[in-house]
């Protein structure tokens, strides 16, 4: 893993993003609510999925489910449950042929099942289970909530039909705000439990919200909600409120998730440390060596809880403000996730001794300008082959502040994380051969989502097992180099091959052919 992390960063500018976190809590059902200068919507479209019944799904076959339409722009359909399915363009009827299977539960899932996993034992026994109903089934109720990109709006007999050409993203809650806490209120009720010595923390906070005219956090003060969870099956709380308002990790505030309840209060199910997302570094790390002995060897040195760290390393750069003002608006990054294990008195056990095995996951960054600030920040999306699991994490495309600030599920409040996200023209940017468009990070992101997508379901077993190596592993993966990804997906390009002039575009293919055969010489067999 050293080697290949090492050769990949070689001639690469990249951000690593590091954090450990103790934080906060949630499974408070809300509400959606309009939109006011203080809080803008998650997305478009927002909605939760809703499993179809068998007899529905006789009525109207093929892979949809139920969308309860929480946010939209169109006005009329808010508040209404419509019917969300495929288009019927080719490449989106492949990618649905590659991924639908019966669900026949094993004896090995019932068996992982008594054990604490949840399944997704809604599908076991329906027949041709595609990517929308092995989301929104994935779980024993349907609490998956997601965005939707561009969907085509049509209108049947049976109703408004959404139609997608790719997965929804799973997101925490409707809207956002960026907000400065600035201490408990006095509030009843209090948690039942919580970490740490009675009596609970209050649940409810005054905040101070941002405003971009002063960008400052002058704007309006309100309480809102930071609930506290139980403790899961190990008697561990996905973290905590307490001293929340003190966390250095919120120094520069917090991007908080969520609705407004039916009183008016808004309730938050996810947070975000605005630290971690701005483009503003706490440390530049110059020259190839330096930035190579940063990833390999400080990545994880010194990790203190609470905090946040963020690192730009640039190997070509010769100075800090150079290398700074390389990262611009609408610029991409290939995302590599990692986390660590969970210490403490209530540690993890280990799967082998000493070891603690982790979780690997790629994603996709963009430098975004913020509505609410009006400033540049990072919006990571990662796409998460996740196996079935005690906590109800769905494998699927999920936004950062739904996998790891999710005060219900996320790891914020537990684990050590780091994330590097990579700047490689060669993977990021399009390829155009006289009309002729290519896109390796497309490419790479379908792969991944055909993985998910057979993941949520097991292959049609109902189970996907966490396992050391990929290659033991009961999904089949299909591993795919720059050529036959190329040939596959664009079989007019491979007439190009001999003769090319030396043009930028033939020069970035070179380059995306030796990282493809450098990442396969050093991935695991």
Known sequence: MARWRNNWLIGLSLLVLGLVLVLGSIATPVYSADDTADYQPIAQWIGRLILPTASQQTRFPGDWVWLEVQHTPIADLNGQTVRLTWNSQPDTQAYLEAVTRDVRFTTATIDSQKRGNIHPD???????????????????????????????????????ILKLDRDPIQVAGQFYGLVKLLEPVDRKPLPAACPGDPPCPSQFFRVQHFRAASGEFDGAIETIKLPQLPPDHNGIFPSTNRDIAQSPAGQAGWYVFGAKDRSGLFVVESIEPRSLVQLDPDRVVIGKIASLSAARNALWADLTKGTVQTTLLDPTATSEDEARSRWQEGDRALVLHVFGGIGGEKAEPLGVPNTITGHFAFGSGRIDRDPISNQLRW?????????????????????????????????????????????????????????????????????????????????????????????????????????????????????????????????????????????????PT
């Open 379 to 523: 919006r990571i999306e990662y796409e998460q082959v996740y196996a079935h699991n005690p906590n109800g994490i769905v494998a699927g495309s999920t936004l950062w502040e739904n996998y790891m600030g999710d005060l219900d599920r996320g790891w914020l409040g537990t684990r050590p994380v780091a994330d590097i996200l990579i700047r490689f023209d060669p993977v990021l940017e399009d390829y155009d051969f006289d009309g002729v468009r290519f896109s390796p990070l497309s490419e790479f992101l379908l792969q991944l989502r055909i993985m998910m997508a057979r993941y949520r379901i097991g292959d049609g077993t109902g189970s996907a097992t966490v396992t050391l190596r990929l290659r033991a592993s009961r999904i089949p993966v299909r591993r795919c180099s720059w050529r036959s990804l190329v040939s596959s997906s664009r079989p007019a390009i491979p007439a190009f091959k001999l003769g090319w002039p030396p043009i930028p575009t033939t020069s970035r293919l070179s380059d995306l052919k030796n990282w493809s055969r450098l990442a396969k010489r050093s991935s």
């Open 122 to 160: 809604r599908l076991n026994g329906r027949n041709q289970v595609g990517a929308l109903q092995s989301l929104a089934g994935a779980r024993p109720e349907d609490s998956v909530t997601v965005m939707l990109d561009r969907p085509q709006v049509e209108t049947a007999s049976g109703g408004v």
